[in-house]
T-cell receptor, first 110, second 112 residues
Framework: GQNIDQPTEMTATEGAIVQINCTYQ??????LFWYQQHAGEAPTFLSY????GLEEKGRFSSFLSRSKGYSYLLLKELQMKDSASYLC???????????FGKGTRLSVIA | DAGVIQSPRHEVTEMGQEVTLRCKPI?????LFWYRQTMMRGLELLIY????????DSGMPEDRFSAKMPNASFSTLKIQPSEPRDSAVYFC??????????FGDGTRLSIL
């Protein structure tokens, strides 16, 4: 089976930096995705990694190590609006659907 | 551009009734996915289509669930008969090739 693990909950302070980790054990690998989901809303795409290394997009960065089956999402200069769930997802092969982790609920406090 | 459109947004019905969820994917997208989200199990794939053809329905819980995609701009997910354990948020998503999936706003389904 496919297994994707991420912490259930995290809390961080406004203005700080937070790192959300994701580890995966899957039968194959063709890309790792991060989605943001605010309560009661749809998941929205944040970032995509298929090669090792860091992808930066404004305040958000995502890192991938394929040999370790590991990724993280880094959020800088946290804002209250960043309070949401962050979903890690792996594409196992080709254009097959994503396999999602259960998400990390991030609370940003003043 | 319009995103993925789902209807209804909320559905409350009694056990045993038929439920039909609808989805209009983004124009030009060739993949369509149906997911179910619960607190316990997270986001689970139910079925997906490529060019209107069902590719993998192994995630459909049982025969009470069925999905169709009669054309490139419309899909339905039907539950008959519905049971309380089917209560969840059902998301439809679409994508073009290997591009990221775009999700609809979901249907919050409650079976009493």
């Amino acid at each position: 089976g496919q297994n994707i693990d991420q912490p259930t909950e995290m809390t961080a302070t406004e203005g700080a930096i937070v790192q959300i980790n994701c580890t995966y054990q899957t039968s194959g690998f063709n890309g790792l995705f991060w989605y943001q989901q605010h309560a009661g809303e749809a998941p929205t795409f944040l970032s995509y990694n298929v090669l090792d290394g860091l992808e930066e997009k404004g305040r958000f960065s995502s890192f991938l190590s394929r040999s370790k089956g590991y990724s993280y999402l880094l959020l800088k200069e946290l804002q209250m609006k960043d309070s949401a769930s962050y979903l890690c997802a792996v594409r196992v092969s080709g254009n097959t659907p994503l396999v999602f982790g259960k998400g990390t609920r991030l609370s940003v406090i003043a | 551009d319009a995103g993925v459109i789902q209807s209804p947004r909320h559905e409350v019905t009694e056990m045993g009734q038929e439920v039909t969820l609808r989805c209009k994917p983004i124009s030009g997208h060739d993949y369509l996915f149906w997911y179910r989200q619960t607190m316990m199990r997270g986001l689970e794939l139910l079925i997906y289509f490529n060019n209107n053809v069902p590719i993998d329905d192994s995630g459909m819980p049982e025969d009470r669930f069925s999905a169709k995609m009669p054309n490139a701009s419309f899909s339905t997910l039907k539950i008959q008969p519905s049971e309380p354990r089917d209560s969840a948020v059902y998301f439809c998503a679409s994508s073009f090739g290997d591009q990221p999936q775009h999700f609809g706003d979901g249907t919050r389904l409650s079976i009493l």
